[in-house]
Each structure stands twice: as structure tokens, then as C-alpha cells.
């Protein structure tokens, strides 16, 4: 496809529950992100590879969120044991070596009952 | 670090008219990006315009237009002959030059154009 995309759309979790979310990136795009986003504020940082290694992740607000990139392309955000805290929209963007803009794709949203 | 600021919670504007979105930001770099983005409600955050921070011609995208003042750290986003299709969420975001660099958002306007 020619933009970011991310799956599933929407994910209900029950807390406590582990949750995978998953980003394609733009072909070719070596910089991936990932952003979350609470209602109504703007997205905040949480993590950065170049191909397949996380160069920063320091935006990850605790050891339950874990990313990986393997192969340099797909990465998967997982959160394990979820909190009615990590309810939130899940934003991945991806961008070209060395270059400054970034390209969302439409995000996850999860909610934690 | 760097903070970026978007003081209008809520703009509104009639169609056809003229709207400008404020955003100040602090940084003691000199070299930097700055971006506006909108996110309707798909949530599709979609690139609206960027200004390198060493050009200091303002940078133009058809209706869109912004007006950077480095010195005042103000980079503000006017839109011309407003749409409906333009009623979104709109952030500023900033990120330093180089290599590829995380993005710092402000809170985001809310802008309703009215019929």
C-alpha cells in the first residue's frame, strides 16, 4: 500500500489482559515511531527504530510496553497486563533515512475496561 | 527540551473566510523543523505544511500559509477561504534537524467551519 497502516483498528481489552498492535510502515521508510495519543491531548513519544534497531525508547511509560521491529519493516507494540491507564489512540509513523516528516497511519484505538 | 504551545483550545470560522492557528515553541536550537498537522476524525494525522527553521521565507501549500517568526519563536497556521472539509484537529509539532528525530506536539485547536 502507499501509506502507513495499522491493525487492528480498534481493541477492547479487559484489564490485565495482553495486547499486540501492529504497524507496515511506508516500503522503503527505514524510521519508524510510535506515538500515543489520550483523548483530546496530542500525541506524546514513545519509541523510535531505524530498520530493526530501537535507537530511543524512552518515551515508553513503563516496563509493560515492550516494541520490536525484527526484519526492519513491521513492528509490533505489545502491552502486557493493560491498565484502564493505557486506554489511549496508538499512533505509528514511519519516515525516509535522514528525513524530517513523518507519515501517520490511522491508529489503533485501544480501550481497557 | 523542547515544548510546544497551542493556546486556542477552539476556533471557529465561516466558509470562505480567513482563520490563523497560533503556536509558540521553545527550544536553544537553532536548527529545527516545524510542522501542522490534521487530524480529522478518522484520525489520519496528514501533513498540512513544514518550515525549515533556517529559510526564512514563510513556507505556502495552496490555502494554507504560515507565518514563522524565529526570533519570537511563533509559527502560525493561516488558512484561506476555509472549507468544511477543513474542520479538524489541528497540532503543531517540532523536531530537531539530522537524522530522524521524534516529534514534539503542542494540545491541538479544534476548528468547526461553519456553513
Known amino acids: 500500500g502507499a501509506g502507513v497502516s495499522q491493525s487492528p483498528r480498534y481493541k477492547v481489552a479487559k484489564r490485565g489482559q495482553d495486547v499486540a498492535l501492529r504497524c507496515d510502515p511506508i516500503?522503503?521508510?527505514?524510521?519508524l515511531f510510535w506515538y500515543q495519543q489520550a483523548l483530546g491531548q496530542g500525541p506524546e513519544f514513545l519509541t523510535y527504530f531505524q530498520n530493526e534497531a530501537q535507537l530511543d525508547k524512552s518515551g515508553l511509560p513503563s516496563d509493560r510496553f515492550f516494541a520490536e521491529r525484527p526484519e526492519g519493516s513491521v513492528s509490533t507494540l505489545k502491552i502486557q497486563r493493560t491498565q484502564q491507564e493505557d486506554s489511549a489512540v496508538y499512533l505509528c509513523?514511519?519516515?525516509?533515512?535522514?528525513?524530517?516528516?513523518?507519515?501517520f497511519g490511522p491508529g489503533t484505538r485501544l480501550t481497557v475496561l | 527540551a523542547q515544548t510546544v504551545t497551542q493556546s486556542q483550545p477552539e476556533m471557529s470560522v465561516q466558509e470562505a473566510e480567513t482563520v490563523t492557528l497560533s503556536c509558540t515553541y521553545d527550544?536553544?536550537?537553532?536548527?529545527?523543523?516545524l510542522f501542522w498537522y490534521k487530524q480529522p476524525p478518522s484520525r489520519q494525522m496528514i501533513l498540512v505544511i513544514r518550515q525549515e527553521a533556517y529559510k526564512q521565507q514563510n513556507a505556502t501549500e495552496n490555502r494554507f500559509s504560515v507565518n514563522f517568526q524565529k526570533a519570537a519563536k511563533s509559527f502560525s497556521l493561516k488558512i484561506s477561504d476555509s472549507q468544511l472539509g477543513d474542520t479538524a484537529m489541528y497540532f503543531c509539532a517540532f523536531t530537531y534537524s539530522g537524522s530522524a528525530r521524534q516529534l514534539t506536539f503542542g494540545s491541538g485547536t479544534q476548528l468547526t467551519v461553519l456553513p
Open positions: 527550544t536553544s536550537e537553532n536548527n529545527y523543523y
Open positions: 516500503s522503503g521508510h527505514v524510521s
Open positions: 509513523a514511519s519516515s525516509a533515512y535522514r528525513a524530517d516528516t513523518q507519515y
